[in-house]
């Protein structure tokens, strides 16, 4: 499998030799620009940070009446929306590309509504725009990265969504607009390492999706633009850290408000289970809050056989507190990632309340998503037609490789293997800018 990279031609609208590589993650995004030949440098793009969280926030404060609502970005987002701002967090965008909701509107306050697909377009020229005050010009030329598969076994869908971020990218003034796999970016920064040719299987486990490819690296084949040959093969599951957010917080927060819960009667089935799984879901929590779905929810009091548990789902409704409790599960998730046993505060539900969560409570819930993963690798090097022991190095990338079990359980079945680990957040960023070189050089 290889990714659709229109072959780089003249553009009227940019006669320079600026442009830029962008990694528009689930989770964290980077732009890298070109520096010396081979290499790359990473814009600061906040706070003298190489990356940003994927993060937009609509916000009405300090605006007109009926004026379009302001928007943060990244770090300065999340902080508005943990400050208690009035307004709507937007995070994940890049899950909702090959689905129907990335034509849809969604309501951002003050009256207004935008398309995903614009708001995906305003994320970029953000980026955009950062890159340009770096290179001290208009940029019309991109390299974008993206997952192996935005969408699993749906090979329309999957050529749909990365039509939709061309057309993002395209909006946001981008003429010339180069694809490359996350993956293979990955590939390209651990080459720049290497003292002679091996076989790597390059595993990027980042918000939305992971993603491995085998591909053959070593120093005398990092200047071929065409590395086709080298590709062994390519896979991925749409399972990743975004998904590991969801379980914990199915397994350790939402129980207290309900999820799982019986009726009054003894051998009642479960209360229904679909608002559940909308408060884990970032991009479906604000289905939760319009009012023909508060007032379906308000009535279903009474297939509680604990009262208190609806009360608490209600005042998570009702004071709009999905995000809030998707990012405490969220930090549960890294602070047992780093093996520690999590106490997640709930007050915000109820007075008191806390939640506790210890290393086997989370790997339980994550089991068949790990497990996922870990094939997915496997199966990737039996679609290269080598032995497992033929690969010399397992190359880690990615926000979700931070969690050691996942981390340890991809490089099991490959006992012959080192391990390497990237930069987490800045790999891919740094492999495309290397690739965007090629493209356009």
């Known amino acids: 499998m290889s990714a659709n990279l229109p072959s780089p031609?003249?553009?009227?609208?940019?006669?320079?030799?600026?442009?830029?590589?962008?990694?528009f993650g689930t989770s964290n995004s980077a732009i890298a620009l070109p520096a010396a030949p081979g290499q790359v440098r990473l814009v600061n793009v906040e706070a003298g940070q190489p990356?940003?969280?994927?993060?937009?926030?609509?916000?009405?404060e300090g605006q007109p009446a009926h004026g379009e609502p302001r928007r943060l970005y990244g770090r300065a987002a999340l902080s508005a929306y943990v400050e208690g701002v009035e307004g709507r967090l937007m995070r994940s965008m890049k899950s909702v590309l090959g689905s129907s909701l990335v034509e849809q509107a969604t309501d951002v306050g003050g009256g207004s509504s935008v398309k995903f697909l614009d708001i995906i377009a305003g994320y970029l020229r953000h980026l955009k725009g950062l890159a340009e005050a770096e290179?001290?010009?208009?940029?019309?030329?991109?390299?974008?990265?993206?997952?192996?598969?935005?969408?699993?076994?749906?090979?329309?869908?999957?050529?749909?969504?990365?039509?939709?971020?061309a057309a993002a990218a395209r909006q946001v003034g981008f003429d010339e607009i180069a694809f490359q796999f996350e993956p293979i970016a990955a590939a390209l920064d651990y080459e720049a390492t290497t003292t002679h040719e091996q076989l790597v299987l390059v595993a990027d486990i980042g918000g939305?999706?992971?993603?491995?490819?085998?591909?053959?690296?070593?120093?005398?084949?990092?200047?071929?633009?065409?590395?086709?040959?080298?590709?062994?093969?390519s896979h991925g599951v749409h399972v990743a850290g975004t998904d590991f957010d969801r379980h914990?917080?199915?397994a350790a927060v939402?129980?207290?408000?309900?999820?799982?819960?019986?009726?009054?009667?003894?051998?009642?089935?479960?209360?229904?289970?679909?608002?559940?799984?909308?408060?884990?879901?970032?991009?479906?929590?604000?289905?939760?809050?319009?009012?023909?779905?508060?007032?379906?929810?308000?009535?279903?009091?009474?297939?509680?056989?604990?009262?208190r548990l609806h009360t608490r789902l209600m005042t998570l409704i009702d004071d709009r507190l999905g995000h809030a409790m998707m990012a405490e599960a969220e930090a549960a998730k890294i602070t047992v990632a780093g093996g520690q046993a999590a106490h997640i505060d709930l007050y915000a539900l109820e007075r008191g309340l806390s939640a506790e969560l210890s290393e086997p409570h989370a790997m339980a819930a994550l089991e068949n998503d790990l497990e996922r993963i870990v094939q997915a690798g496997v199966e990737t090097v039996r679609m290269a037609g080598v032995l497992p022991d033929a690969i010399e190095a397992v190359y880690l990338t990615g926000g979700?490789?931070?969690?050691?079990?996942?981390?340890?359980?991809?490089?099991a079945p490959f006992s012959r293997a080192r391990t390497v680990r990237g930069d987490r957040l800045a790999s891919v960023a740094q492999g495309l800018g290397l690739h965007a070189q090629r493209v356009f050089r």
Not at 208 to 233: C, K, M, W, Y
């Open 135 to 165: 290179a001290g010009g208009p940029i019309h030329r991109a390299v974008l990265g993206r997952p192996v598969f935005f969408v699993d076994d749906d090979p329309e869908r999957d050529a749909a969504a990365q039509a939709a971020l």
């Open 9 to 23: 031609r003249a553009s009227a609208t940019a006669p320079d030799a600026r442009f830029c590589a962008i990694d």
């Open 254 to 307: 939402l129980p207290l408000a309900g999820f799982k819960a019986r009726g009054p009667k003894p051998g009642e089935r479960e209360v229904p289970s679909k608002v559940y799984f909308d408060l884990a879901t970032w991009h479906l929590i604000n289905t939760v809050y319009t009012p023909q779905r508060v007032m379906e929810l308000r009535s279903m009091k009474k297939f509680y056989a604990d009262e």
């Open 208 to 233: 939305g999706t992971s993603d491995f490819s085998v591909v053959r690296v070593g120093p005398g084949r990092g200047e071929r633009l065409d590395r086709s040959q080298d590709l062994l093969a």
């Open 400 to 411: 979700s490789t931070g969690l050691a079990p996942l981390a340890q359980r991809i490089a």
């Open 248 to 250: 914990i917080e199915l």
């Open 51 to 60: 990356t940003m969280p994927t993060a937009v926030f609509y916000t009405m």
